[in-house]
């Protein structure tokens, strides 16, 4: 008999794990797009000069006193044929609310790692832009013993966008408003079966 959960019960699932949620960031997003067997895996881009190994295991990077506009990015990590992947490793990083990278520290720097059914979630802020380069998050995405992912998202209606030459469509995010904060949603299709 298939088991068909209710959103209560998933929200409550994820709150017994150490998922906290806000009201505001608890609005609906854009429904997920279906899955088709043999998509194509998420594209590859640089990890740019700013990764650090060894980020902290934790699930909220807003640093204290951060008057940045704040994120919650979740979604899902799946393989090409549609199939959840557990325990994946998601290590994100990226710039401040002046367009900085923490090279000392661990600030705006964290993983995490998927629930059963492959998803994720995090708080961040809304990173600033710099020189040369749209807003974005940088990823490293990695199943259980295997290749790693790394790759970046954009956020939708940039300006920046047009002029970025690591731009790439297909990597944007899903946007919606939560009362003061954005909800983002971006699903990870890994090169396996």
């Known amino acids: 008999m298939p088991f068909h959960p209710t959103r209560r019960g998933v929200l409550g699932a994820l709150a017994a794990a150490g998922f906290a949620f806000d009201d505001a960031l608890a609005q609906p997003l854009a429904p997920t797009p279906q899955c088709r067997d043999g998509d194509e895996p998420t594209v590859r881009q640089t990890e740019g000069p700013y990764f650090k190994p060894s980020s902290p295991l934790r699930a909220d990077l807003v640093e204290p006193g951060s008057a940045a506009r704040r994120v919650e990015l979740s979604g899902q990590v799946l393989t090409r044929s549609c199939r959840s992947v557990a325990q994946a490793l998601l290590d994100l990083w990226h710039a401040d609310e002046r367009g900085e990278y923490d090279n000392v520290g661990f600030r705006y720097r964290g993983h995490l790692f998927t629930d059963a059914e492959g998803r994720y979630r995090l708080r961040t802020i809304l990173p ?52 003061g904060a954005l909800a983002a949603r971006f699903d990870f299709v890994l090169d396996m079966r």
């Open 128 to 179: 600033a832009l710099y020189t040369g380069r749209t807003r974005h998050y940088h990823v490293k995405v990695q199943a259980p013993q295997q290749r790693v992912l790394t790759t970046q998202l954009y956020f939708p209606d940039e300006p920046m966008n047009r002029r970025d030459g690591l731009f790439r469509r297909e990597l944007v995010m899903r946007m919606a408003e939560a009362e």
